[in-house]
């Protein structure tokens, strides 16, 4: 059974950081991403990497600022943000997929319940 259990949302002025965790159970090969879903809009695709090969992916919007990366030790997803933006605003949801890379939340079976993160201006 895949359980994840993400962490570390909060509120941070823009230009600020944040640091997102993403406990992972269950999970031992195929795609970890991330996306977020801002009020009144579709879930969108924030970044993914393979979870035992380490190649990455991210959205246009975010390249530069975010970095995904795997702490092995704590069989942990992090996303690192960093200079944030006021949209950046939205929940943010870890997923798991048993298959490759992929920007479309449609190829993730599996979701963690999300946290919020605002970005003040």
């Known amino acids: 059974q895949v359980q994840l259990v993400e962490s570390g949302g909060g509120l941070v002025q823009a230009g600020g950081s944040l640091t997102l965790s993403c406990s992972v159970s269950?999970?031992?090969?195929?795609?970890m991403g991330w996306f977020r879903q801002a009020p009144g809009k579709e879930r969108g695709f924030v970044a993914a990497?393979?979870?035992?090969?380490?190649?990455?992916m991210y959205a246009d919007s975010v390249k530069g600022r975010f970095t995904i990366s795997r702490d092995n030790a704590k069989n942990t997803l992090v996303l690192q943000m960093n200079n944030l933006k006021p949209e950046d605003t939205a929940v943010y949801y870890c997923a798991a997929s048993s298959r490759g890379l992929s920007q479309f939340s449609i190829g993730y079976a599996y979701w963690g319940q999300g946290t919020q993160v605002t970005v003040s201006s």
């Open positions: 269950g999970f031992t090969n195929g795609a």
């Open positions: 990497m393979h979870w035992n090969i380490g190649s990455t």
